[in-house]
């Protein structure tokens, strides 16, 4: 079993900044890539930003140049740095991960419970 847990959402004046992390643990052999999605009321859920295991990124285009996303393969660990907040980034937050729990197995996907950011206009 694996456990994504994030941390590190809240509320927030439009403008500023939060950072969001998300470790993984329990039966874990590597993990590939890593990523963050969104959900606004009302709304699917959404690509914010992925990373692969070697540190290549992808943003989605509402985000790109205000959020960062980056990654600590020793701890399993992935963050999102916000920037510029905008009343429009509200939404849940949701930690994915690509886990393999074993050598020479195939990898599962795997969500966390999600971080509520706010942003007050």
């Known amino acids: 079993q694996v456990q994504l847990v994030e941390s590190g959402g809240g509320l927030v004046q439009a403008g500023g900044s939060l950072r969001l992390s998300c470790a993984a643990s329990g039966t874990i052999f590597s993990i590939n890539a890593m990523g963050w999605y969104r959900q606004a009321p009302g709304k699917q859920r959404e690509l914010v930003a992925v990373?692969?295991?070697?540190?290549?990124?992808h943003y989605a285009a509402s985000v790109k140049n205000r959020f960062t996303i980056s990654r600590d393969n020793a701890k399993n660990t992935v963050y999102l740095q916000m920037n510029s907040l905008k009343p429009g980034d509200r939404a849940v937050y949701y930690c994915?991960?690509?886990?393999?729990?074993?050598?020479?197995?195939?990898?599962?996907?795997?969500w966390g419970r999600g971080a509520q950011v706010t942003v007050s206009s």
């Open positions: 994915n991960a690509e886990v393999v729990p074993g050598k020479a197995v195939g990898w599962n996907e795997c």
């Open positions: 990373i692969s295991s070697g540190g290549s990124t």
